[in-house]
């Protein structure tokens, strides 16, 4: 999947102009830069971007060019990555589980900053990782709510097992710090704090000074209608609570945002197959395609029906079983999907909100798959 080098208004002016019958990812730039740009002015400390959301490179250098100089790498090729797009990048390497290849790959590229959450995986990094400079954070989970799904089901130590990771990290010599991910598409600003004050709690009962506290991932985009990301509130919920948990020994703060960078810069266009018996829609993209996330964390509703001519449908609102274009049965997205009475064979359905986990979790299942990249100055139909 390539960038198209042609620049279009918006996606309606393509699509009227180009007929794809492939779907289509519309990418707009300045919308990457601009919500890096509220992190960088409105985030207390050191934002870095979770490179899984979206590993484009056309994503990786309009973050790099609105300022972001951090990343957080799950893997070699992230890393690899990131080392030729930004060489003198912050690269943290938060995957707590690492092979000792893996571990071997990121200290030859010069990782500095590694997460843990067992006493199993710190001995490795114990006996592969140089002490000098080197930045050990244990991750903890906490049971909270908030977010579409809860991260702490496979990754974090409990609190008691923070404790003594952490005695060990610093006691080994390498720079003690604290991580955690209150979920994915959180939406609750309490949830940091809930985490900001245990890791206070931690910190104290394991007599550590944590040099800083990352405090995750998790920062949602604009999925769901009439519920706007609550950004400034939470960034200011995390600078305060920091400070009112930790006093004077507040440690410097880091966020790892992956979909609230590069979620909101992308446009989906698929296009409908088939509406059978006026019933089932049947899309050209689906749960083994660019909508896989759909199935584990709900629908977008931010979604808009235009003709092939370019109009758009304006018919009342009803909801409808949507398949993908597969054969497998499971191919269906969740619930019903609210589309125009008037849809039709041929109508593009426009999805917002899609840069992220959708180039990557696209599987090629059954040959389809293909999947157009085209840049556009606005994302408006």
Known sequence: MGLSKTIWTNPTEYLRNQHPENPVLFFAPQAVQAVARKFLQGFPGLVTYAVKSNPGEEV???????????????????????????????????????????????????????????????????????????????????????????????????????????????????????????????????????????????AANAGVKIKRLNVGGGFPNHRVEGVLPQLTDTFMTIGDVAKEAFGADVPALVCEPGRALCGDAFTLASKVKAVRDDSHVFLNDGLYGSLFELGQIGIIDRIEVISDEGTKREGETLPRICFGPTCDSVDRLPGDVPFPSDIAEGDYVIWHGMGAYSTVTNSRFNGFGELGLVTVLNQAV
């Open 60 to 202: 990786i250098e309009n973050l790099i060019a609105a300022g972001i100089k951090g990343f957080d790498c799950a893997s070699p090729f992230e890393i690899d990555l990131i080392r030729r797009l930004a060489p003198d990048a912050a690269i943290h390497y938060h995957n707590p589980v690492r092979s000792r290849a893996e571990i071997a790959h990121a200290v030859k590229r010069e990782v500095k900053s590694w997460s843990v959450d067992s006493h199993s995986e710190l001995a490795k990094l114990i006996e592969m990782v140089p002490v000098e400079g080197c930045e050990i954070s244990v991750r903890f989970k906490l049971p909270v709510g908030g977010a579409a799904y809860n991260f702490g089901a496979k990754f974090g130590a409990t609190a008691e097992d923070a404790v003594d990771l952490l005695k060990t990290v610093a006691a080994a010599g390498y720079i003690p710090s604290l991580t955690f991910h209150p979920g994915t598409q959180c939406t609750d600003p309490a949830a940091w704090a809930s985490y900001i004050r245990e890791a206070a709690v931690i």
